[in-house]
C-alpha cells in the first residue's frame, strides 16, 4: 500500500528545509537546477505576456521564485499539501517581488482554481496521483484551469515501460545518490519512492496533455527516470 495523502503531507512538513534552497535545487532528483531554469525560461519564452501564475505543489517556492526571475512582479498563487511549505514560499516570493500572493493548503486533486493562469507549473509532485482516472482529472482541470495560450509545465520522476529500461534508470539514479552522498542516502531516497510515488512514463504524460487538450507540446531535457516537458493551451 502507498503512502495516504495525510502520511505524505507529515513528511512535507519535516522536510521544508530541502526544497527550500534555490542554489542547490532537489538534489535528490537527477539534473534538478537545470530543469528549474529550463521550465522558468520555456515558459517565460513561450508566455512572455503571462501575469499570473500557479505552483502546483509549490514546497519551499523554487519554482515560483525562478519564474519570478524571468517574469517579474507576477501574481501568483501557491498550492500545496503542507502549510509549513506554503509559509515559507510564501515569504520568500513576497521578498522576491511578486504581485498578488495567494496560498492554498490542499491537494491537486481537490483544487479548484479561482480563475485562469497563463502558467502552470508542476515539479516533483504528479508523481503522487495514484490511478489512470486521477491522472486524467488532474491533466484536465489543469488545462481547464490555463488561458489560451498559457503554458504547463512539469519535471518530475518518471516510469519507463520496458522493465530492462526501467531497472537500467533506477541503477543510474542510484549510482548518482551515492556518488552526491552514500549508499544509505541511496536506500533512503528509493525507499521514500517505493512507499509514496506511482510516476507513469514519459510517453503516457505526453499523450495525456494531447487528450486533455494542449496543442502543442516539448519535451525540454530527460536524464534517467527525470525529465522537464509541458504543453501550451
Not at 499539501?81 to 510564501?90: F, K
Request: aromatic share 8%; charged share 25%.
Amino acid at each position: 500500500m502507498k503512502a495516504t495523502t495525510e502520511e505524505i503531507r507529515r513528511k512535507f512538513d519535516v522536510d521544508v528545509e530541502r526544497f527550500s534552497d534555490l542554489e542547490r535545487g532537489h538534489e535528490a532528483a537527477m539534473d534538478s537546477l537545470l530543469a528549474l531554469e529550463l521550465v522558468a525560461s520555456a515558459a517565460a519564452a513561450v508566455t512572455p505576456g503571462a501575469r499570473r501564475a500557479l505552483d502546483v505543489g509549490c514546497g519551499g517556492g523554487n519554482y515560483a521564485l525562478k519564474l519570478l526571475q524571468k517574469l517579474p512582479g507576477l501574481d501568483l498563487t501557491l498550492l500545496d499539501l503542507s502549510d509549513a511549505m506554503l509559509e515559507r514560499a510564501g515569504q520568500r516570493v513576497i521578498n522576491a517581488g511578486a504581485g498578488t500572493v495567494e496560498t492554498v493548503q490542499g491537494d491537486v486533486r481537490t483544487f479548484s482554481p479561482s480563475g485562469r493562469y497563463d502558467i502552470i507549473v508542476a515539479s516533483a509532485v504528479l508523481h503522487h496521483l495514484r490511478d489512470d482516472a486521477e491522472w486524467h482529472q488532474v491533466f484536465s482541470r489543469l488545462h481547464a484551469a490555463l488561458n489560451p495560450g498559457g503554458s504547463f509545465w512539469i519535471f518530475d520522476l518518471l516510469a519507463h515501460e520496458i522493465p530492462a529500461i526501467e531497472a537500467q534508470m533506477q541503477t543510474r539514479h542510484g549510482d548518482y545518490l551515492v556518488a552526491l552522498r552514500d549508499e544509505a542516502y541511496r536506500e533512503q531516497v528509493f525507499t521514500r519512492i517505493r512507499e509514496d510515488d506511482t510516476p507513469r512514463s514519459l510517453q503516457f504524460q505526453l499523450e495525456l496533455l494531447r487528450t486533455v487538450g494542449f496543442s502543442r507540446i516539448d519535451l525540454l531535457h530527460k536524464n534517467a527516470r527525470f525529465a522537464a516537458f509541458g504543453g501550451v493551451k
